[in-house]
């Protein structure tokens, strides 16, 4: 089992510029939520997708949106990107409230 | 508003047991969990509290007062490789997770 895995590792955008993040859930994980990082802070959490619907949503603006496909796989967009959206995005699957698996992330970076 | 207080950071040597505490304050209250995470690494869960008491595994336990919108996170026999940051998240439904501050955990010889 590859666990989740999230592409690409590292990207660097222009700001204004728009992003597309990938993320494959753990085998058998039907939801997906996506966290942003900050450097020094905690996760917080951006929204999360459940029968390819968003079920939940954080704090985030509409710049932010996703997209669930039906092998349970996400994306995360990010449009007309700030100076303040560069951070760690993480995303994590799960099948319970228990525990949540999560991947190794993307940082990004907009310059 | 929804917050978690954790200390910021906290030292230990090889050995030692320390506990880390998280305060919260948050709408909707599913459960109580530790994560670590390695610089560069992504979040590893590590315990989980839905009831009050203390849960154990292996090295580490974790304790949870409801009543007290307090919990803690044990760590005993430590080791350099337990350096690393400790966040505790609570689950507010739906497998959302709202994360603390995050502590750094520093071990030395």
């Known amino acids: 089992d590859a666990g989740v895995t999230q592409s690409p590792t590292h990207l660097i955008k222009t700001r204004g510029q728009q992003v597309t993040l990938r993320c494959s859930p753990k085998s058998g994980h039907d939801t997906v939520s996506w966290y942003q990082q900050a450097l020094g802070q905690g996760p917080q959490f951006i929204f999360q997708y459940y029968e390819e619907e968003e079920r939940q949503r954080g704090n985030f603006p509409d710049r932010f949106s996703g997209h669930q496909f039906p092998n349970y796989s996400s994306e995360l967009n990010v449009n007309a990107l700030l100076l303040g959206d560069s951070a760690l995005y993480l995303c994590?699957?799960?099948?319970?409230?228990?525990?949540?698996?999560f991947g190794q992330g993307t940082r990004l970076t907009v310059v | 508003g929804q917050s978690l207080e954790q200390p910021s950071e906290v030292t230990a040597v090889e050995g030692a047991i320390v506990q880390i505490n998280c305060t919260y304050q948050t709408s909707g209250f599913y459960g109580l969990s530790w994560y670590q995470q390695h610089d560069g690494g992504a979040p590893t869960f590590l315990s989980y509290n839905a009831l009050d008491g203390l849960e154990e595994t292996g090295r580490f336990s974790s304790f949870l007062s409801r009543s007290d919108s307090y919990g803690y996170l044990l760590l005993q026999e430590l080791q350099m490789k337990d350096s690393a940051s400790y966040f505790c998240?609570?689950?507010?439904?739906?497998?959302?997770?709202?994360f603390g501050t995050g502590t750094r955990l520093l071990v030395s010889p």
């Open positions: 998240a609570v689950g507010t439904g739906f497998q959302k997770l709202v």
């Open positions: 994590a699957s799960s099948l319970r409230l228990v525990e949540a698996f």
